[in-house]
């Protein structure tokens, strides 16, 4: 069943569920149906590329990759990256928020005592990341993906990012 998870793009971690736009070609456009935390989800992916263009919870648009818990209904676009997104964490995460007006995505997460915060941010191409904290280390994921992926650890356990 892991497996098949996979393919569709749903990863489960220690820690949270997270959401992947990659997935196998035949599987573009797909609708699943999982336990959320005891809850029936709904998971739907539609659009093409390696990244989400939009992703909402519940009807209610988020910054977020990371299913929380009890949402019903997922729906996931892939496309070009139009705002910053939380893509993977290492952590219980207990909240994402984007403010458009300021740039700040802001991530609050559960750490036990000496657990760093590591989490993966999506960010668009046009944008740089500056930290508003001095202990963390951004450090790009990937060189194959122009800059987009970044991990962020911190040694605290709320980081706000601010995209220009």
């Given at each position: 069943?892991?497996?098949?998870?996979?393919l569709l793009g749903i990863r489960?971690?220690?820690w949270n569920v997270e959401l992947h736009p990659i997935t196998a070609a035949?599987?573009?456009d797909s609708k699943s149906e999982i336990k959320n935390h005891?809850?029936?989800?709904?998971i739907e992916f539609s659009g093409s590329g390696t990244y989400f263009r939009e992703i909402s919870f519940d009807g209610a648009l988020s910054h977020s990759a990371i299913l929380p818990a009890k949402v019903k209904r997922a729906k996931l676009s892939r496309g070009v990256v139009v705002a910053p997104?939380?893509?993977e964490a290492g952590c219980i995460i207990d909240s994402v928020c984007y403010d458009a007006?300021?740039?700040?995505?802001?991530?609050?997460?559960?750490?036990?005592?000496?657990?760093?915060?590591?989490?993966?941010i999506v960010i668009p191409v046009r944008s740089s990341l500056?930290?508003?904290c001095p202990?963390?280390?951004?450090?790009?994921?990937?060189?194959?993906?122009?800059g987009k992926t970044f991990i962020v650890r911190s040694k605290q356990a709320k980081i706000i990012l601010q995209v220009q």
């Open positions: 069943m892991l497996t098949l998870y996979q489960e971690t220690p035949e599987l573009i005891g809850i029936d989800c709904t997104y939380l893509s007006a300021s740039g700040e995505l802001a991530v609050a997460a559960q750490l036990a005592p000496g657990q760093p915060l590591d989490v993966t500056t930290a508003s202990d963390i280390i951004i450090v790009p994921k990937s060189v194959d993906d122009g």
